[in-house]
T-cell receptor, first 112, second 114 residues
Framework: EDQVTQSPEALRLQEGESSSLNCSYT??????LFWYRQDPGKGPEFLFT???AGEEKEKERLKATLTKKESFLHITAPKPEDSATYLC?????????????FGSGTRLLVRP | DTEVTQTPKHLVMGMTNKKSLKCEQH?????MYWYKQKAKKPPELMFV???????INESVPSRFSPECPNSSLLNLHLHALQPEDSALYLC?????????????FGQGTRLTVV
C-alpha cells in the first residue's frame, strides 16, 4: 500500500539553528515527490518537486533532497517566518489516473 | 502566475441549506481537484477532474456534488451537510493529470455547518 510518513511531528528551533525534516515513502513507482508549506488556515504553498534519487532543489534557506526511500527538507539558519507546517506528498498511480498522497506534516516553530 | 482563487473564504451554513464553493484558475491547467482538510490533518482528496471530466471520486457522500463547467472553473455544490463536514475545503490545479505534475492550491474555503 502506498504510504507517506513524516517525522518529527513537531519541531521547535531557535532562530539560526539548522535542522532537517524527514519524509519516508513506500509507493509503487515514484512519479514525483512534492514539498509544500502551509500556514494556519491557508492553502498549501508549493515549494519543490523531486523526481529521482540523488536530485536536490534549493530555495532560500530550504534544500530538498531525495533518496530511493526518503526525502529530507533541510532548513539552514531558520528565521521565525519559516514557522509553518511542512507537508510532503508523493504522486501515486490509481487505476488509470494519479493522486497525491500526503504525509501528516511537520509543524515547525522557530523562536527568535 | 500560480494563482488559484477560491470563493467564498468563509461560509456558515445550516444543515438544510444548499450552497456552492467556487474555484477558478487561469493558468491553462487541465486537471483540477477538491480536497478536504480537518484541523492538524493533511489534505484528503475528494474529487479529481481531468479535461472537465470526473476522473476520481474518493467515495465522497452524495451531499457533495462537484461540477466542472469549463477548464478554468470548478464548483462544489453542498446540500444537507452535517456538522462533521465542517473543514477547510481546498481547490487545486495542475498542468495535467500526469506523472510529476505539481498541484497549486487555493487559499481554501473555511466551512462551518451549524
Amino acid at each position: 500500500e502506498d504510504q507517506v510518513t513524516q517525522s518529527p511531528e513537531a519541531l521547535r528551533l531557535q532562530e539560526g539553528e539548522s535542522s532537517s525534516l524527514n519524509c519516508s515513502y513506500t509507493v509503487s513507482g515514484l512519479r514525483g515527490l512534492f514539498w509544500y508549506r502551509q500556514d494556519p488556515g491557508k492553502g498549501p504553498e508549493f515549494l519543490f518537486t523531486l523526481y529521482s534519487a540523488g536530485e536536490e532543489k534549493e530555495k532560500e534557506r530550504l534544500k530538498a533532497t531525495l533518496t530511493k526511500k526518503e526525502s529530507f527538507l533541510h532548513i539552514t539558519a531558520p528565521k521565525p517566518e519559516d514557522s509553518a507546517t511542512y507537508l510532503c506528498a508523493v504522486q501515486a498511480r490509481m487505476d488509470s489516473s494519479y493522486k497525491l498522497i500526503f504525509g501528516s506534516g511537520t509543524r515547525l516553530l522557530v523562536r527568535p | 502566475d500560480t494563482e488559484v482563487t477560491q470563493t467564498p473564504k468563509h461560509l456558515v451554513m445550516g444543515m438544510t441549506n444548499k450552497k456552492s464553493l467556487k474555484c477558478e484558475q487561469h493558468m491553462g491547467h487541465r486537471a483540477m481537484y477538491w480536497y478536504k482538510q480537518k484541523a492538524k490533518k493533511p489534505p484528503e482528496l475528494m474529487f479529481v477532474y481531468s479535461y472537465e471530466k470526473l476522473s476520481i471520486n474518493e467515495s465522497v457522500p452524495s451531499r457533495f456534488s462537484p461540477e466542472c463547467p469549463n477548464s478554468s472553473l470548478l464548483n462544489l455544490h453542498l446540500h444537507a451537510l452535517q456538522p462533521e463536514d465542517s473543514a477547510l475545503y481546498l481547490c487545486a490545479s495542475s498542468q495535467a493529470l500526469g506523472a510529476g505534475s505539481e498541484a497549486f492550491f487555493g487559499q481554501g474555503t473555511r466551512l462551518t455547518v451549524v
